[in-house]
Structures are given as C-alpha cells and as structure tokens.
C-alpha cells in the first residue's frame, strides 16, 4: 500500500521562519528616572489643563463685573489669552509625558529643548535655584540617551 496520505516526504528545504521583527527582542526597560521625570511631567501638564480653563472661566464669568468695577475690558481678555496659552502648554507637557513614559525619541528632544530653555531664562532671571534642578534633568537625559536610541545604538538592540 504506500505511505499515509499525511506523512510528508522529507525535504531540504529550512524549517520556515516567522517574519522578520522584534519577537525575540524585549522593548527597552524604562529606566527609574525617566519613570520618575514622565509621572511628574503628566501631573504637571494636568495641572496646567485645569489651571487654563479655570483662567478661561474666570475671564468668561469675570469680564461682566470687571467692566462694572470700572476694571477696562482687555484685563478680562488678556486673562483668556493668558488662560488659552497655559491650557496649550499643558496639553503639550502631557504629550511629551506620555512619550517619556513610552521611550520616545521625539519626546526625549522635547523635554532637552524646554529645559534648555528654562535654564537660559532663570539664569537670566537670576534664579539658580531654578537653574539646578533643569540642569540635572538635561545632564540625565544626555547621560541615558542611549536608552531613547539617540546618539548610540537604536533603543532595544
């Protein structure tokens, strides 16, 4: 009689391989700062979210007794404008939060450039204190910007 119809002849062909991708490499562990920096950055940018639309809301309700306490109108407006600006930074802030917390590239260049930033407008200020604690952030960041895949190898290589 012959083989059983499911017995395969044998065959030099490889076993077959799954497709190319990242199955046997584990994503990069996130480092304990970078947790620290993403959960503080995120209460931060919520903070700004609700700070925004309160500054909206008392501009909107305020704007009527202003005008009677004979306050001039664009005092109410610029605390809108104010408001809006603080709401847009706050929404900003949570994103880059969300991309420390996943190990973002983008988001590690986002948080270099604010604390640059900070740092060049509180030494101009003459605030060192507040100079130190973004300068330890930016001196973090660089330290570990290989975990981001910046400068050295790709992140989860």
């Avoid at 001039?72 to 610029?78: E, R, T, Y």
């Avoid at 190990?103 to 200020?125: D, E, F």
């Amino acid at each position: 009689m012959g083989s059983p119809p499911s017995a395969m002849p044998p065959s030099n062909m490889p076993p077959s391989m799954p497709p190319p991708g990242m199955y046997g490499a584990a994503p990069p562990k996130r480092p304990l700062g970078v947790t620290i920096l993403a959960i503080l950055s995120g209460l931060g940018g919520l903070g700004e979210i609700v700070a925004g639309f309160a500054l909206i809301g008392v501009a909107a309700l305020g704007a009527t007794a202003l005008a009677g306490a004979g306050v001039p109108a664009w005092v109410a407006g610029l605390a809108a404008v104010l408001g809006a600006i603080i709401l847009i930074l706050g929404l900003v802030t949570l994103v880059v939060a969300i991309g420390l917390w996943r190990m973002r590239g983008w988001a590690w260049w986002v948080a270099i450039v604010v604390n640059v930033l900070s740092i060049i407008l509180n030494a101009a200020t003459g605030s060192w204190f507040g100079v130190v604690i973004p300068l330890i952030i930016v001196i973090y960041l660089v330290v570990i910007r290989d975990k981001f895949g910046i400068g050295g190898r790709p992140a989860g290589m």
